[in-house]
């Protein structure tokens, strides 16, 4: 009787042993998403070159969502450029994306992905190159 008692316990350990490693790599997986930051504003009347304002970066891709544009010059296009922010170089510029769909209405969006550019201080630029341009976004998130 003392075997089938002590038989029971260790097939209770076993489970109990295979949840909690369940358990802690259900945790690991989910915890890179907690690594995610993100800030949210607005722009109003940005003119050829806008810089958005930098944040710090540990690596990672990046995604930049605009909500709701207009452009006082009748664009209907917005250019959007991450850049790296670099200390006594010129900062590099990575793939612009073209942002149209955010134009169509107070709940339009438009987005771009940019990959991993390693860690650093990053921002957007809005229509390098454009002559003219008075863009307003009534909401943007970026989240690295």
Request: charged residues 15%; negative net charge.
């Amino acid at each position: 009787m003392e075997s089938t008692i002590q038989s029971g316990l260790r097939k209770i350990g076993q489970r109990a042993g295979a949840v909690s490693l369940g358990v802690m790599t259900l945790l690991s997986l989910t915890a890179g998403s907690a690594d995610a930051a993100s800030w949210s504003s607005s722009i109003s009347g940005a003119y050829p070159g806008f810089e958005s304002h930098r944040w710090s970066d540990a690596g990672g891709s990046t995604n930049i969502q605009f909500t709701n544009c207009t452009d006082g010059t009748g664009a209907t296009s917005a250019g959007v450029t991450l850049r790296k922010d670099v200390d006594w170089k010129v900062d590099p510029t990575y793939t612009t994306a073209s942002f149209t769909n955010c134009f169509g209405g107070y709940n339009s969006t438009s987005s771009g992905n940019w990959g991993d550019h390693g860690s650093g201080s990053y921002y957007f630029a809005v229509n390098l190159g454009a002559t003219y341009s008075d863009l307003d976004v009534r909401a943007l998130t970026v989240t690295y």
